[in-house]
């Protein structure tokens, strides 16, 4: 049965009151029905207007829908997975580089602070020169 899910898309499902008893009732509009698959709806003899919808026969079209729908879940469950592994294995990136960046950041400090001890040791060692007249 081909795009079954394209087709049941198309339906609508509707709640109404029969006008005969009043009593509420759900179903679908045989003419939309007939709009859209209409080996399920019987015919009046003019061929026009729709008497009703065989609703088991509408049963089948419904499976082929809830399989296509599968199919995709199924589909798309593989590519959330594979995304979260991706998403974990860029995190895990993520740490080990701000590890490293933390590391470079402790090293310039420590490198920084070397220099300022050697430039204060220059500083001091050199003679302090005084101005004559």
Same mark, same amino acid.
């Given at each position: 049965? @081909?795009? !079954?899910?394209?087709?049941?898309?198309?339906?609508?499902?509707? @709640?109404?009151?029969?006008?005969? *008893?009043?009593?509420?009732?759900? %179903?679908?509009? &045989?003419? #939309?029905? %007939?709009?859209?698959?209409? #080996?399920?709806?019987?015919?009046?003899?003019?061929?026009?207007?729709?008497? %009703?919808?065989?609703? !088991?026969?509408? +049963? &089948?079209?419904?499976?082929? !829908?809830?399989? *296509?729908? $599968? &199919? $995709?879940?199924?589909?798309?469950?593989?590519?959330?997975?594979?995304?979260?592994?991706?998403?974990?294995? $860029?995190? !895990?990136?993520? @740490?080990? $580089?701000?590890?490293?960046?933390? &590391?470079?950041?402790?090293?310039?400090?420590? +490198? *920084?602070?070397?220099?300022?001890?050697?430039?204060?040791?220059?500083?001091? @060692?050199?003679? +302090?020169?005084?101005?004559?007249?």
């Amino acid at each position: 049965m @081909s795009d !079954a899910l394209a087709k049941v898309e198309n339906l609508r499902g509707v @709640s109404y009151d029969l006008k005969e *008893t009043g009593k509420h009732e759900i %179903g679908v509009i &045989a003419e #939309e029905v %007939g709009a859209v698959v209409p #080996e399920i709806v019987s015919w009046e003899d003019n061929g026009k207007d729709a008497r %009703g919808v065989d609703y !088991a026969r509408l +049963t &089948a079209l419904l499976i082929e !829908a809830v399989k *296509t729908q $599968q &199919a $995709q879940i199924g589909k798309q469950s593989s590519e959330l997975a594979r995304a979260v592994r991706q998403i974990r294995y $860029q995190q !895990a990136l993520i @740490s080990k $580089q701000a590890a490293s960046v933390r &590391a470079l950041e402790a090293k310039v400090r420590a +490198t *920084t602070e070397s220099l300022r001890k050697v430039k204060d040791q220059i500083n001091a @060692s050199q003679p +302090t020169l005084v101005a004559v007249k």
